[in-house]
Nanobody
């Protein structure tokens, strides 16, 4: 069975940092594109960042460019999202998901984890 376990969320003040982890089990990350999505209260889920090992490419949404960095540790089968200079608009539940290949076609991502909550508030 393929699963993700997300962790690292919490309450942080604006301008603060968090590092989210997405640990995969049941499959090997290196054959997939892994993306972080988030869903804010009352809003649709949106893609935040993605990493692919097929071509080493990464993607970041315009709203997080320069603040969030995605990385992966194949030995630990884990993907990370380093989030700096957090803003209240970053509040939401953060999920990771996978699809074979590259970072595109966001509707094709699946195998969702349970998510981790991020709250940015003073």
């Amino acid at each position: 069975q393929f699963t993700f376990v997300e962790s690292g969320g919490g309450l942080v003040q604006p301008g603060g940092s968090l590092r989210l982890s997405c640990a995969a089990s049941g499959f090997t990350l290196q054959y997939y594109a892994i993306a972080w999505f988030r869903q804010a209260p009352g809003k649709e889920r949106e893609v935040v960042s993605c990493i692919s090992t097929r071509d080493g490419s990464t993607y970041s949404a315009d709203s997080v460019k320069g603040r969030f960095t995605i990385s992966r540790d194949n030995a630990k089968n884990t993907v990370y999202l380093q989030m700096n200079n957090l803003k209240p608009d970053d509040t939401g539940v953060y999920y990771c998901a996978r699809q074979p290949g590259l970072c595109h076609d966001w509707d094709g991502f699946g195998s969702w984890g349970q998510g981790t909550h991020v709250t940015v508030s003073s």
